[in-house]
């Protein structure tokens, strides 16, 4: 499909930009903060005998620029908390316990008869 000279595109979702148009931005955010630093040597320079404090303080900026620079330009894709999870988790299913053994289902209902028919057990006792 061709695309057509001048056409608007609009987006409909809330997808993060294209990695393309990512790293054009980054790399626009840098040059243009390394202008600036320019900018503010040449600043330095002009200034230094004319406005000492002015030319300090443009100097600092040139100094400190291109680290934040870097900084900014390398810290990544922006973060997009819009977007729904793409995660869903799976329903739980509620526990069972585990059968008893064979054996213990035979002894527990032996033991269940003989404390039925003796009073002396458990459950003929006063609990205080």
């Known amino acids: 499909m061709r ?8 987006r409909i979702t ?5 990695l393309a148009e990512d790293v054009r931005g980054r790399q626009r955010r840098y040059v243009v903060s390394m202008l600036i630093r320019t900018l503010s040597v040449v600043l330095t320079v002009v200034l230094w005998n004319v406005e000492r404090y002015v030319a300090i ?3 600092v900026l040139g100094a400190l620029l291109p680290y934040v620079a870097v ?8 973060n997009a908390p819009s977007l729904p999870g793409t995660f869903v988790p799976a329903p739980t299913r509620p526990v069972l ?6 054996d213990m289902a035979e002894s ?7 404390a039925a ?12």
């Not at 695309?3 to 609009?10: L, N, P, W, Y």
């Not at 809330?14 to 294209?18: E, F, L, P």
């Not at 900084?71 to 922006?78: D, P, T």
């Open 71 to 78: 900084v900014i330009a390398n810290a990544g894709r922006e």
């Open 108 to 114: 527990g209902s032996e033991s269940g008869r003989r």
């Open 3 to 10: 695309k057509q000279g001048g056409a608007e595109v609009f």
């Open 14 to 18: 809330g997808a993060r930009r294209g």
């Open 97 to 102: 316990p585990p059968p008893p053994p064979a």
């Open 57 to 59: 303080g443009t100097l």
């Open 117 to 128: 028919s003796s009073p002396s057990g458990d459950q003929g006792r006063d609990h205080d």
